[in-house]
């Protein structure tokens, strides 16, 4: 510890008492840092591995990016009469496979239709179509929507709903 000490009489203060000294005590500071330097020296070495393995070759290949997905939603007007529209455009149901097909073109590039329809069963998740339909349209509206996608090739048709957990 530092001090500063002056004999009695000297500029010491009064009667003998020692002055403060406002000098910051840097040794316990110095103490800690090398101790820390200490540490790390030892730890370095540690941290770099000197030890060369050969490791295998990926064959995976790096996963595309999926397809925008195609929409087709169902909207009941009240008066009995259900409106669809595939993505945001609203269609006729006698021209729904068409223009389902045609947009879902669009959307997927990578492949054709036909050649989405000849895939294995298990990896052709992107020939989906999606299916959003109104509370309140009638069950049987959304079977002729699906009829009319299942006549033009469409065997993937999802239904989609709200979550309603948030």
């Keep these: 510890m530092g001090a500063k000490i002056s004999a009695p009489g000297h500029g010491g203060g009064k ?77 006729p149901i006698e021209r729904l496979g068409e223009v389902a097909i045609e947009e879902w073109q669009k959307n997927t590039r990578a492949v054709t239709f036909d050649e989405c329809m000849a895939e294995a069963e298990g990896t052709s998740i992107h020939c989906r179509i999606y299916i959003r339909a109104d509370a309140a349209t009638r069950y049987k509206n959304v079977m002729r929507v699906m009829n009319e996608l299942n006549s033009r090739g469409f065997t993937k048709v999802a239904l989609v709903t709200e979550d309603r957990r948030r």
């Design 15 to 91: 009667r003998g008492r020692l002055d403060v000294n406002s000098d910051p005590n840097v040794i316990p500071f110095i103490d800690v840092m090398l101790v820390l330097l200490i540490i790390f020296m030892i730890a370095a070495p540690i941290a770099s591995v000197d030890v060369t393995v050969d490791m295998p070759e990926s064959r995976i290949m790096s996963s595309k990016r999926p397809p925008k997905p195609t929409w087709i939603s169902l909207q009941d007007n009240g008066s009995g009469q259900t409106r669809t529209y595939v993505m945001n455009d609203e269609v």
